[in-house]
């Protein structure tokens, strides 16, 4: 992304921490930690989402990985279900899926 003027990487992170801070199932990597890979989301609902300066001024790169099969398709539907219907956003997606 490209930043403005003012901005910076870590005022970046700092603002998606703030949104994301009542999110349960996303998490912004903090200063220094590695890329968010698929390892460290396989089997869940959670995203995580880095922050990084990029070599280029002024630019920044950001992250993401999710568990394509929990966050990308069931979890996510269920956790669609349980906001449209009044349940706990997190209902049914706290623990980590099962692999043969």
Known sequence: VNLT???TVEALR???AATYADAPFVT???EG????????????N????GVYPD????????????????KGA???????FNIRFGFKETA?????AVFP
Do not use: K, Y
């Not at 959670?46 to 989402?49: A, E, T």
């Open 55 to 70: 070599r280029r001024a002024g630019s920044a790169i950001l992250v993401s990985a999710i568990d394509n099969l929990v």
């Open 74 to 80: 069931s979890g996510q539907a269920v956790q669609n």
């Open 5 to 7: 003027e003012e901005a």
């Open 46 to 49: 959670r995203c995580i989402i």
């Open 92 to 96: 049914g997606l706290a623990r980590v």
């Open 14 to 16: 700092a603002h998606l």
């Open 28 to 30: 912004i990597a903090a």
């Open 33 to 44: 930690e590695p890329a968010p890979t698929t390892h460290m989301v396989r089997g869940t």
